[in-house]
């Protein structure tokens, strides 16, 4: 059965029990070593097929959007790292949040008015150790990245969730999907190695045309999250996999709603473990958060905490 932008319809409301062998061989090999996709192919439980997106990279330990935070986050056992996309004057895609500099780095003004050579002399990491003192490691060498970086970094075993930002210029997606290409990353047996997401669904549906394989999450704004109706599922539907919600507006009902749709339903940004296990009992498909150890850590014990015969 197909849904109406020709993807397989799964039936996500649906999940197995945990097989006991997810657990001795977690308990065994250690987390770090043995992730989502293991406990997958062993036998799907509700916990191990939640997956765990490191937002910004692991920005709870290090300076958000830097390869410092997106390395962390692959050693913390994230399954996907999150990441956005702005433009610089001369068209380079530079991976930093905010469309301006002054939060995460030592330049002011909007990313767009500065031209690569220019944003790559900016520290991108002191700010964190004067904002978590904390934190032992000083990260003031750290520098914004550039999208061509990040991928060389991580390679093709990694994965990602990118996010182009609304408001920038008509051929980003086209530029994400060119950079995408030189790195083998749209060439990759693995169809949901890359995710693409983004709140403008003009972006999204520009993709879909393109790239048809390609898992696309359209991101709903936070006032917008409880005016979904069938009918606006329906059409998101036709061009997305899936939709993002911020975890504040997310009722357990949202989830059903988006599943009956054939669509996956993602959480974002959830750093509290008490809100994390209620999202994995709700059966939410990936959750985003600062503290990929923490979610880790979370999934370890929902799936080592049930009985025998429950695994």
């Not at 945990?18 to 062993?42: M, S, Y």
């Not at 997401?197 to 409880?226: C, M, N, W």
């Not at 988006?258 to 008490?274: D, F, M, W």
Request: proline fraction near 4%; glycine fraction near 8%.
């Amino acid at each position: 059965m197909m849904t109406t932008n020709g993807k397989p319809l799964i039936s996500w409301g649906i999940k197995a029990i945990t097989w006991v062998a997810a657990g001795l061989l977690a308990a065994q090999t250690g987390w770090g070593h043995f992730g989502v996709a293991d406990a997958r192919a062993i036998y799907p439980s509700p916990a191990a097929s939640v997956e765990n997106i490191a937002h910004r990279g692991a920005s709870g330990h290090a300076p958000e959007s830097t390869l410092s935070a997106f390395r962390l986050a692959v050693r913390m056992g994230a399954d996907r790292v999150e990441l956005d996309v702005q433009q610089s004057r001369d068209g380079e895609l530079m991976t930093i949040h905010d469309s301006t500099l002054d939060r995460t780095t030592d330049g002011h003004g909007k990313v767009r008015e500065h031209d690569r050579a220019q944003l790559k002399r900016l520290d991108a990491g002191a700010w964190f150790k004067n904002k978590h003192p904390q934190h032992r490691i000083d990260y003031q060498d750290a520098r914004i990245p550039t999208l061509d970086e990040v991928l060389h970094s991580l390679g093709t075993e990694g994965r990602y969730c990118i996010e182009i930002k609304e408001g920038l210029p008509t051929n980003t997606a086209d530029q994400v999907l060119a950079t995408l290409s030189r790195h083998q990353l749209l060439q990759t047996q693995s169809p949901e190695q890359v995710i693409i997401q983004s709140f403008d669904p003009a972006v999204l549906k520009q993709i879909h045309q393109k790239h048809p394989e390609l898992t696309l999450i359209q991101l709903i704004h936070y006032r917008q999250a409880g005016s979904l109706s069938r009918g606006g599922l329906q059409r998101i539907a036709t061009y997305a996999d899936g939709i993002g919600f911020h975890h504040r507006r997310m009722e357990r009902e949202d989830i059903r709603r988006a599943h009956r749709e054939g669509l996956r339903i993602h959480a974002y940004t959830v750093n509290q473990k008490k809100k994390m296990r209620r999202l994995l009992d709700w059966d939410v498909d990936a959750i985003c958060t600062d503290f990929p150890d923490r979610l880790r850590e979370v999934k370890r014990e929902q799936l080592m905490d049930k009985p025998i015969s429950e695994r």
